[in-house]
Structure formats: C-alpha cells, structure tokens
C-alpha cells in the first residue's frame, strides 16, 4: 500500500472500527492490555491489505482481529497455568452507553467473562463472534480456519456450555446497585448480619492478587464463610479506607482506597436480589483501566 489516499482510505476503515476490534479481543482475552496489542498488531497488517481485493472492510478488520487474538490467547492460556492464585478478567471503568445496551453489558459482565475463560481458544472465538457479535458463520470459519460446518458444532457446543454455567436471568442495574449498595452498608458497618442478608447462601468469593497483593488463593464458597472473611479483614485493618461506586464492566461495582490509594474493585453477581458472586481485583497490572472510561461497542 504506497499512495497516500490509500493510506488515508486504510486509517479511517480501521478507526472507524478500532473500538469493535477492542471490544471483540478484550472478550476472548479478558485482559485490556493484551486487547491492546492485538489491536495494534490488527493495523500492522491492515495496512498491508490490497484495499481493492477486499468486499466488506469491517469483516475483514475483525478476522484480522480474531486471529491475532487466538494467537493471544493460546500464549495466556499457558501463563495462567503459573499465576499465583484465581485469575480474573482485568476491570474495566465503562462508558454510560455500554450499562444501556443489556446485551453488551451482559457480554462484558466479570460473570460471563469468567464462563468464557472455561472454553477452549477456538471455542471462545466462535461463542463470542457467533454469539455476542453475531458474525456469520462463512466469517467465522475464515477466522479460525475451520468449515462452516465444523464451526455450527463448535458454536452449539460453546452454547450450551455457557448457558449451563451463565446466570440464570439478566438483572436490571437497579437491582445490581442495590445489592451493591447494601453490601457496602454492610461492610462500612462492620454488620455481619447485613453482610448474610445481602448475600446468597452458595455465594462465591474470588480474589485476584496475582501474588503482588494478599489475595485468597482459592475461591472460597458460602455466604458465612464469605461474611466472616470479608467482616474479619476489615475490622482488622487499621489503614484508613474508603469505599466509592463505579461502573465496571457496564455494572455497577465498588472501588476500595487504602489511605488514599487505590487498592481493589469488587465486582458482583447478582440474581434475585442477593449477591451470587464476589469478584475482587487487587493485582496493580489488572487496576490500570479505571483512571479513564474505555469505550466497548457491538457494532
């Protein structure tokens, strides 16, 4: 590509796009900072593209995309094998628009993301552009190279698989901030009842400190244990600290500052009312995108 209006041509098909391309690699990876690349690796070869060979320039920006991402992903998959404790999606501080639209929102929420990461690569792919991108099947199996056919069974498989592990009903963000509000109250006051209303008898407990920050280095499951621990640790701090709201992931969700800085995000699940699950980020590498809004889009 040498002209200067191809160039041109190549920058504005690729801007016009980069916040789906984002989007799409943050869901395989679960990691911003990996998405990143993988978007910058995406314009490198763009712009080695023939633009004239090419019908549909949105298509072919994604499978770019999607195969620098599965590349990614298959390298992530052997570092997690020796992160130190639960490895969780890295947060990210959302737009307005992304709590608005219930499909995205749910796609990017820490509890799919989590179903997601107990897929295989290629399953991950073609659950996320069949499912949440809603990519033809032609496209997809140009993307991961596999048939058309092959690529229908893989996504009925991925289907069924998430749906056996996603949560059950989509909840509204009034209900996930009043939960979340509740359990702050409860934590502010030190109310280990409050703290057993608000939570699900089977609530699930995840901490990622990546061996940086003290985290639990296995999930931990019940709503007394849950309670005890986080009512035990708190009370035991004697740093100040300080509880705020934040959207994360297109959810409502809670920032911790330790004597002025920031600590940990807690995520949360919920589903009728109480919290199902606790997602708490404290691995400084994973705390980067909260400074300033990321944009996430479907389309």
Known sequence: MSDANTVDRATEAFVACRNLLFTVAYEMLGSAADAEDVVQETWLRWVEVDLEQVRDQRAYLVRITTRQALNRLRTMSRRKESYVGPWLPEPLLTTPDVAQDVELAESVSMAVMLVLETLSPTERAVFVLREVFDVGYDEIAAAVDKTPAAVRQIAHRARRHVDARRPRTVVSQRQTRAAVESFVRALEGGDLQGLLDVLAPDVVYMGDGGGVKHAAL????????????????????TIPLAFGPIMINGSPALTIHL????????????EDGRITGLYAVRNPAKLSRIASETPLTLR
């Open 218 to 237: 296995r999930p931990i499951t019940g709503a007394d244990k849950v309670a005890r621990l986080l009512a035990g640790g708190f009370a035991k701090n």
């Open 259 to 270: 004597n002025g800085e920031l600590d940990s995000i807690i995520a949360a699940r919920v």
